[in-house]
């Protein structure tokens, strides 16, 4: 087991709703990455945080938006909700991205599903 | 462009036959790749990464950068192979871009 936690497993919500998609890094990591993964796509890289700064963010619409807290746990937050928002959801940790070696261990996913 | 490509969504090889898993990047700096493992009912997973040119579960990978590669290979498959593979590039210091996977399948 990784350690990586992510709540809840299952989502299901209407269009138009908001949801909030939660990570729990792994002990000591201080960075967690979002990803989206749609049907038949691989990994889409959303945001990245270290130690609670947001360094890097990749294809994240603006009705998403995310945040790091200072006990390192990181929240995704989906608003106006659309079908096609519909996904596998995943969180990752790292201890820090900047070491030559470093590893991401990723979480179980937390799957939306927007009816 | 930064893009990662897995041309084969499916491969199917005989167990004790070679396996190839492709990979093609697009990347204008100097490329860092991953290949990452996702097993039936676990978590993906790192499964070797090129700087460190090591053999994993019998799994090499090798970065060529004249063809922009950075194929999976392991010369005699097993069952317990079987699993979603993700060719990954880091960008940066803190991005990443993931290809849309194979599922490798071994059969007996």
């Known amino acids: 087991d990784s350690g990586v936690t992510q709540t809840p497993k299952h989502l299901i919500t209407a269009t138009g709703q908001r949801v909030t998609l939660r990570c729990s890094p792994r002990?000591?990591?201080?960075?967690v990455y979002w990803y989206q993964q749609s049907l038949d796509q691989g990994l889409q890289f959303l945001i990245q945080?270290?130690?609670?700064?947001?360094?890097a963010k990749g294809n994240i619409l603006e009705r998403f938006s995310a945040q790091q807290f200072p006990d390192l746990h990181s929240e995704l937050n989906l608003s106006s909700l659309e079908l096609g928002d519909s996904a596998l959801y995943f969180c990752?940790?790292?201890?820090?991205?900047?070491?030559?070696?470093?590893?991401?261990?990723f979480g179980p996913g937390t799957r939306l599903l927007v009816l | 462009a930064q893009r990662v490509t897995q041309p084969e969504k499916l491969l199917s090889v005989f167990k004790g036959a070679p396996v190839e898993l492709k990979c093609n990047y697009s990347y204008s700096g100097s490329p860092e790749l991953f290949w990452y493992v996702q097993y039936s009912r676990q978590r993906l997973q790192l499964l070797l990464r090129?700087?460190s040119r090591e053999s994993i579960k019998g799994f090499t990978a090798d970065l060529n950068k004249g063809e922009t590669s950075f194929h999976l290979k392991k010369p005699f498959a097993q069952e317990e192979d079987s699993a979603m593979y993700y060719c990954a590039l880091r960008v940066g210091t803190y991005k990443y871009i993931f290809g849309t996977g194979t599922r490798l399948k071994v059969l007996a």
């Open positions: 990752a940790s790292s201890v820090d991205p900047r070491a030559a070696q470093e590893t991401q261990y």
């Open positions: 002990s000591g990591d201080l960075s």
């Open positions: 945080y270290y130690n609670g700064e947001e360094r």
């Open positions: 090129h700087i």
